[in-house]
């Protein structure tokens, strides 16, 4: 019986692959088979330093928001290993500040990075798709919080609302191109920014630690193994559906 799990016919683009959870989603994919096409905007000596050396992890550095870099992202991937065939528009930022406080421009680079980057990258994937007569996956990394009002990140939580309605959006249209569209969305992770504000916000810490009903943290291998799941013919079937990892965070009404 074959493994449903080998993702050896699977090229993967994914950006903001060198952060904390996308280089445990590299690595996994990787190690299933994949060639995984890492996207970050971090110089590519610091991105190598993070990532798997595996001679099937490439690292092209270039600014996700910005449709001029993700050509010369995507003309790159085609010289070297062809079209992707799945791509995950991973990349996302937060910030912290109650809603009367927070900073205009903030949310103009949290917008731009949350939101325009995965509309970017997807248009440039589904035009050269359908140019190609392909089919193609593309992946939105949303969040629990799409759904949710958690205190202090509002902006964010809209970007992860707007990312769910882009990922339906792209589902619904080019579902008759073969091209599917879903979306993770993780809870709070050990790693990357969830962790970096448990570190440094206690009234942060003490809502989180009463608002995972599983108990813990979630760990990245977890928000990885669901792209395995969703990268592999299991999930072929699944398009414009969201696949909830979040420890049942979502169950909670937040902090009470
Ligand atoms: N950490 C969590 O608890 C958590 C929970 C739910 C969802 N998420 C989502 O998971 C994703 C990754 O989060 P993380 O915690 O690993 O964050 P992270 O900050 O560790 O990683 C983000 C990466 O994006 C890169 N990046 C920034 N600007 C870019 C650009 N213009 N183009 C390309 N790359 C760029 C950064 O260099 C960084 O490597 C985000 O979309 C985030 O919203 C995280």
Redesign the pocket.
């Known amino acids: 019986m074959p493994n449903l799990l080998d993702l050896f016919d699977k090229t993967i683009l994914i ?8 280089r445990v989603v590299v690595d996994v994919l990787a190690a299933h088979g994949a060639t995984v096409v890492v ?4 110089a590519a000596a610091d991105a190598r330093a993070v990532l798997p050396t595996a001679p099937n992890v490439r690292y092209i550095q ?5 449709a001029v870099d993700v050509e010369r992202l995507f003309a790159a991937m085609e010289q070297t290993v062809g079209l992707p065939n799945v791509v995950c528009c ?5 910030g912290a500040y109650p809603v009367q406080e927070y900073p205009l421009d903030e949310f103009d680079s949290l917008m731009k ?2 939101v325009r ?1 995965a509309f970017v990258i997807s248009q440039a994937a589904a035009k050269r798709w359908i140019a190609a007569g392909t089919s193609g996956l593309l992946l939105f ?5 799409m759904d949710v009002p958690w205190p202090e990140i509002t902006p ?1 939580n809209a970007s ?1 609302a707007a990312m769910k309605a882009l990922m339906r959006g792209f589902a619904r249209e080019l579902a008759p191109h073969g091209i599917r569209a879903n979306a993770i ?11 970096r504000q448990w570190d440094t916000d206690p009234s942060y810490q003490s809502r989180a630690r009463k608002a995972i009903p599983l108990g813990q943290m ?1 760990t ?1 291998e977890s ?1 990885a193994h669901a792209f395995l799941y969703l990268c592999s013919p299991l999930a072929s079937y699944m398009t414009g559906s969201v696949l909830l990892v979040d420890g049942g965070c979502s169950l909670y009404p937040m902090d009470e």
């Open positions: 950006t903001g692959g060198a952060g904390a959870i996308g996207n970050d905007v971090l270039a600014d996700a928001t910005d991973h990349t996302g930022m937060v990075l949350n980057s990394t949303t969040s629990w919080v964010y992860k969305a993780p809870g709070i992770v050990a790693v990357g920014m969830a962790k979630q990245p928000v």
